[in-house]
Antibody, heavy 121, light 110 residues
Framework: QVQLVESGGGVVQPGRSLRLSCAAS????????MHWVRQAPGKGLEWVAV????????YYADSVKGRFTISRDNSKNTVFLQMNSLRAEDTAVYYC??????????????WGQGTLVTVSS | QTVVTQEPSLTVSPGGTVTLTCASS?????????PNWFQQKPGQAPRALIY???NKHSWTPARFSGSLLGGKAALTLSGVQPEDEAEYYC??????????FGGGTKLTVL
């Protein structure tokens, strides 16, 4: 069965960096795009970034552009989110989600359980 | 900045029918935006329900349906069950370069 497991969250001071990982299993990872989505405490879902199946294209929300970098290692079935210059407003649960595509278009079907990032001094 | 708008909250009686909508600040929502709908319960990850405006995932209960209605994406729940009480989010794709979530609709079953 499809599984996505995030890790790497924790408490970090403003201005510091953190790297999140999302380990995938149960499907052919190299065939799917991957998203990072976050949710601040008590707030809604916010899209963060997407990386295409082959890693050649990456896109970011304006709120993280220039600070966050998404990458993937298809040999290890893992997608990463490098977060630099962290701010208090980056505090959130970070989810990875699988993106597929069929004749009806793009979809996000499977999600991980999330990892909590707290930015605080 | 693109904004996707949903009703903040809706209330429905058990067994009733309710429609949630998803509007884009850029204009009418079409199938080109590949509307997706998700359900999220407290303390849980989102669960995918609908994609491509009208298509169900294999696990989506039959009482959930998606459509395009009056320039918006719509999610209709027919024969609402108590376990359908949750937050519902829509997601729209914009030109393949970014996606935007709606603010969510808190559905109360009362």
């Amino acid at each position: 069965q499809v599984q996505l497991v995030e890790s790497g969250g924790g408490v970090v001071q403003p201005g510091r960096s953190l790297r999140l990982s999302c380990a995938a299993s149960g499907f052919t990872f190299r065939n799917y795009g991957m998203h990072w989505v976050r949710q601040a405490p008590g707030k809604g879902l916010e899209w963060v970034a997407v990386i295409w199946y082959d890693g050649r294209n990456k896109y970011y929300a304006d709120s993280v552009k220039g600070r966050f970098t998404i990458s993937r290692d298809n040999s290890k079935n893992t997608v990463f989110l490098q977060m630099n210059s962290l701010r208090a407003e980056d505090t959130a649960v970070y989810y990875c989600a699988r993106e597929g595509y069929d004749v009806s278009g793009y979809y996000c079907d499977y999600w991980g359980q999330g990892t909590l990032v707290t930015v605080s001094s | 900045q693109t904004v996707v708008t949903q009703e903040p909250s809706l209330t429905v009686s058990p067994g009733g029918t309710v429609t949630l909508t998803c509007a884009s600040s850029t204009g009418a929502v079409t199938s080109d935006y590949y509307p997706n709908w998700f359900q999220q319960k407290p303390g849980q990850a989102p669960r995918a329900l609908i994609y491509g405006a009208t298509n169900k995932h294999s696990w989506t209960p039959a009482r959930f349906s998606g459509s395009l209605l009056g320039g918006k994406a719509a999610l209709t729940l027919s024969g609402v069950q108590p376990e359908d009480e949750a937050e519902y989010y829509c997601l729209l794709y914009y030109g393949g370069t970014h996606v935007v979530f709606g603010g969510g609709t808190k559905l109360t079953v009362l």
